[in-house]
């Protein structure tokens, strides 16, 4: 897979072979990964039963979200996975039977995860987007609701994708706003070159934030909207 925003098409990889039980998952011996992604990939590459397993969620239910939709309760974590080893690590984890990816902006590697996503497609390992279940984050320096939505489109642009399936707010911080062409992703300190850098907080109330989420929903570009790291007092707000 190319370092590219979308991977490039020329020169894919041989079709997968299809079992005949009518999995629909490759079967095509494995390719060479870095280190880090064998502990994914020796697992359960090739193994059916914990294909089906994954696929199955270990045995754990789907969770029903508010508008119906299935969640599958285990997914694929992409937090540090080293970008040039993204793509293929999201690419394996879909071939063993993964359908939850979850992302973030803060993670880094989004435009890697979308090319895993495509590349996935293209290789008939799922038979489209819908089969698959994709979160993201907005991340701190974005809460300004003016900000929330061209964060969104960014992720989705990285993606590869028109529509999300779940959008999270990252974490009940709101900080200082840093421009894409500035730094992305932002991370947290404001100004990482100053003599003594800071965190830089931006007093947004967390309700206008999620105000602008609530907007997302009605433009169609994400399905279902919530939070992360909130404690329950925060939930009871």
Known sequence: ???????????????????????????????????????????????????DAIIDGGGVPPLTLRTGAQMPAVGLGCWKIPRDATGDTVLRAIALGYRHLDCACDYGNEAEVGQGIKKAIADGLVASRKELFITSKLWNTYHRPEHVRAACERTLKDLCLSELDLYLIHFPIALQYVHFDTRYPPEWIANPDAENPVMVPDPVPLSETWGAMEELVRAGLVKEIGVCNYNTGLLHD
């Open 1 to 51: 897979i190319r370092d590219s925003k979308c991977y490039d098409l020329g020169d894919p990889p041989a079709t997968p072979r299809r079992s005949t039980a009518g999995s629909g998952r490759s079967t095509t011996p494995p390719r060479e990964l870095p280190p880090h992604a064998y502990s994914l990939a020796e697992l359960a590459y090739g193994n059916s039963s914990m294909q």
